[in-house]
């Protein structure tokens, strides 16, 4: 029996290769508190240059990044207009709520894909006892429906709209190196529709630790105030950024494996009759599993498929998640395949 752990639940878990490492290791240090760091610094100048803003941020994580950019967006008891599946309302701990005292409005999506006409009906009109409509958040790609690529055209209207109504627009573009790599739309293009944008080296690109926000000058510089104010200032942070550079460097073209082995995973999993893959939702390195067709929760097939050595994650009531990434090779995709195959046939 083979004991390695094959382990699909997300591409957080990838670590840090040797040469990472080794990057990590000659890092010239100083004390970023104080702007001192030359490693920040540096990724923080090809960061906005990559995406084409005035100013970067290094940021402990993604929910950090987004935070941030809620916070300098809004006034407390404005409303943000959300996807109803979006990482900000789904896994950000209601922070927006606690930390900058603004409610979500959760709107529906189609694969995780809001309308500028869904959008302009959801925006609230100016009344003294209604919240104020203020901000904007997109999520490309969209992780709950399966990692979906946003329609430039899509984002061109909703910014159209955006300008018209005096709203700001903030992308949580945690895999959007996965958009561009899928698409070939320089992440210069996203960009430019977005006041703000938050991007992650600890996902596909295999750093350990860190995000980044970007916009303008000024914007960044009330999020460094911000960034200290919720805890995240950092003082010898040049080892954590060597690693989002080298990420940066290397590992982002090579997505482009990652997608293959979704798709390779897709279609072997499209041959179990109980197993449900919508094939145009895998986009990407993310692959949802519809498993209804078995009459039995994800929970406790995820605990038959963790006694085989395979990790995914739960999704839904009957849906699993599985997610792609450096740390897994093709061979051990098609081991999950089996693996899933087997266990559905015991």
């Not at 203020?134 to 955006?162: D, K, M, Q, V």
């Not at 944008?197 to 995000?211: E, M, N, T, W």
């Not at 090579?254 to 919508?278: C, N, Q, V």
């Amino acid at each position: 029996m083979n004991n390695h752990i094959i382990d699909l639940r997300s591409d957080t878990v990838t670590r840090p290769s040797l040469a990472m490492r080794k990057a990590m290791m000659e890092a010239e240090v100083g004390d970023d508190v104080f702007g001192e760091d030359p490693t920040v610094n540096l990724l923080q100048r090809r960061v906005a240059e990559l995406l084409g803003k005035e100013d970067a941020l290094f940021t402990p994580s993604g929910v950090m990044a987004n935070q941030l950019a809620i916070k300098c967006h809004t006034q407390p008891g404005d409303e943000v207009l959300v996807e109803q599946d979006s990482h900000i309302f789904s896994y950000e701990t209601s922070a927006p709520s606690v930390l900058s005292g603004v409610q979500l409005s959760t709107l529906p999506g189609t694969n995780g894909i809001l309308t500028a006409a869904q959008i302009e009906a959801a925006i609230r009109p100016p009344a003294y006892f209604m919240p104020r409509s203020s901000l904007i958040c997109l999520e490309n790609t969209h992780n709950r429906a399966g990692g979906t690529i946003y329609p430039l055209e899509e984002i061109r209207e909703i910014h159209r709209l955006a300008q018209r109504r005096s709203l700001a627009m903030h992308l949580d573009g945690a895999r959007l190196w996965n958009a561009w790599v899928a698409t070939g739309i320089h992440p210069k293009e996203y960009a430019a529709l977005f006041d703000t944008v938050s991007v992650c080296f600890s996902k596909g690109l295999g750093a350990p630790v860190g995000s980044a926000i970007v916009g303008t000058r000024e914007v960044m510089s009330r999020a460094r105030k911000f960034r200290k104010i919720f805890g995240g200032g950092m003082r010898q942070a040049g080892i954590l950024a060597a690693a989002a550079l080298f990420a940066i460097d290397h590992n982002i073209d090579r997505l482009k494996e990652d997608h293959a082995k979704a798709s390779t995973l897709a279609e072997g999993l499209a041959e179990i009759p109980t197993a449900k893959i919508d094939r145009k939702r895998v986009q990407t390195n993310i692959v949802m599993i519809d498993m209804s067709g078995t009459r039995q929760p994800a929970s406790a097939l995820l605990g038959r498929l963790q006694t085989q050595r395979l990790l995914l994650t739960e999704a839904g009531p009957t849906v699993l998640r599985a997610v792609t990434h450096m740390d897994v090779s093709m061979d051990e995709i098609v081991r999950a395949v089996n693996i899933i195959k087997s266990v559905l046939s015991s």
